[in-house]
């Protein structure tokens, strides 16, 4: 049997209406073109069963290519993703978080297309759109020169994430590595530079857009106030592991010429940020309130 082109892998954790938004939109791309080819995997690793109830009454069991896994135990996020990628058959696979969604009902049709159209890329890395003081206001996470300018180098990955969350990277799977499940804070960076520093691995950026919707239990929130110790701790591993260029933060070096340097770097990343935020704004997305919905929304 032939492989899908796309493994869209949805890893659930107790946002039933998260999970169901994705979902909604994969059915749209498949109706607008039956000829898709794709899977879709759900895991859940949820103590409820809030996920599984929605899944049941779903148009999307009708769908040759969709797997629903209801797993016994709660791992943690990496644990979950690392199941998906090894359930996964297709040429390439996405994750889609269920803190996030497609910006366009077509959103899976033209993934697939540009990935058909390029038999020779290994990543596609899409646009991240995240939340601005206006509530169903959007705007791009970074300009497309920025992404480019940190993308010089790979270890530029670990000055600023410029990709956004794991959602942003389209990989071919046999490219794909599995994520290091001691990483919280860094486990997406980690993966992505694995997956770039592979040899002749090759790249490039779509103007392809999701939603990243700000959710107060999110995994990165409920963290909020360790983040500084988690990264340095997570570093200090990391550097173990390989020889990065800018692994260390302003107060872990010793040296006066990278110190400097971070400080010209942080200096040019806010300049840059205030600059294109209003810009971002100006050219950002306006999302419907019924499909943003709400933290109630699974209560």
């Known amino acids: 049997m032939q492989a899908p082109t796309l493994s869209i892998l949805i890893p659930a954790y107790e ?9 909604d939109l994969v059915l749209k791309s498949s109706m607008l073109n039956p000829e898709l080819s794709f899977e879709c995997i759900v895991s859940d690793d949820s103590r409820t069963n809030k996920v599984k109830h929605m899944i049941e009454n779903h148009g999307i069991n009708n769908h040759k290519g969709f797997k629903y896994y209801k797993r016994d ?11 998906l990628l090894e359930a996964a058959r297709g040429d390439y696979i ?18 697939i297309g540009q990935l ?3 038999p020779l890329l290994d990543v596609l890395f899409l646009r991240c759109y995240v939340p601005t003081f ?5 705007r791009a996470h970074v300009s497309l020169l920025l992404r480019r300018l940190y993308f010089i180098s790979i270890d530029g990955l670990f000055l600023r994430n410029t990709v956004g969350a794991p959602s ?9 590595v599995l994520y290091d499940a001691r990483l919280i804070w860094n486990v997406d960076i980690d993966w992505y530079y694995r997956i770039l520093v592979q040899k002749n691995s090759v790249y490039s950026f779509s103007e392809l857009g999701y939603i990243s919707v700000l959710r107060s239990k999110s995994i990165s929130n409920s963290i909020r106030s360790e983040v500084q110790s988690i990264d340095r701790s997570e570093r200090r591993l990391i550097k173990q592991k390989y020889s990065i260029l800018f692994i260390d933060r302003f107060s872990d070096s010793s040296s006066f010429l990278y110190k400097a340097f971070l400080f010209l770097e942080f200096t040019i990343w ?21 499909i943003l919905g709400g933290e109630e929304d699974d209560r």
């Open 15 to 23: 946002y039933a209406f998260g999970v169901k938004r994705i979902l």
């Open 73 to 83: 135990k709660t791992l943690g996020g990496a644990d979950n993703w690392n199941f």
């Open 94 to 111: 996405h994750f889609m978080h269920h803190d996030e969604f497609p910006d366009r009902d077509d959103f899976y049709s033209i993934l």
């Open 116 to 118: 058909e159209s390029r």
């Open 134 to 138: 206006i509530k169903n206001r959007f």
């Open 168 to 176: 942003c990277a389209v990989v071919r799977r046999n490219q794909c």
């Open 270 to 290: 806010h300049g840059a940020r205030l600059c294109y935020y209003p810009f971002g704004l100006f050219f950002g997305k306006t999302i419907s309130f019924h």
